[in-house]
């Protein structure tokens, strides 16, 4: 059964929901604002994305990670990152972290977790790097609900 009720284009989310987008767009410039590195935070945007199954997000993301000069092997290597090893320990302590917020498993968020990210990230920087997971999972879920199609 396919679904034959109209939902809005991601334009259109942008004009019917213009404080809602400028909302999550201020998220994203706090983040760039505080040096955190912006191939690392695509990483992370591309990994909750791929657990969350937002095409729209995959395909927006993938392009502004290339643009941030992430290097092809580590795009193509992403959903195994624990089994590749060219990923540095910065990059796999958010990338577990990414994963424990996204998935929000009862132990998400582990004392654990969050010990591992302090051994690679300052406090400043955890503080980022969480507002990046959770406003990533509020795109993912909102292209989800809405069906936006991947941008050509």
Not at 43 to 68: D, E, M, P, Y
Not at 128 to 146: M, P
Request: hydrophobic share 50%; proline share 4%; glycine share 4%.
């Amino acid at each position: 059964m396919t679904d034959t009720v109209s939902r809005p284009t991601y334009k259109a989310f942008t004009e019917r929901a213009p404080d809602v987008y400028a909302g999550l767009s201020a998220l994203t410039k706090a983040v760039d604002a505080s040096g955190l590195d912006k191939g690392l935070t695509e990483l992370v945007k591309l990994r909750a994305s791929q657990i969350n199954g937002c095409a729209f997000c995959l395909k927006f993301h993938l392009g502004v990670a290339r643009k941030a000069g992430v290097p092809q092997d580590k795009l193509d290597l992403l959903a195994a990152w624990r089994d590749a090893p060219l990923f540095s320990a910065r990059e796999r302590a958010a990338l577990a972290y990414a994963e424990e917020l996204t998935k929000l498993q009862a132990e998400a968020a582990s004392d654990a977790a969050w010990a591992a990210l302090h051994q690679e990230f300052s406090e400043d920087e955890a503080v980022f790097l969480t507002v990046t997971i959770a406003s990533i999972n509020a795109w993912n879920r909102i292209g989800i609900a809405l069906r936006f199609a991947p941008p050509a």
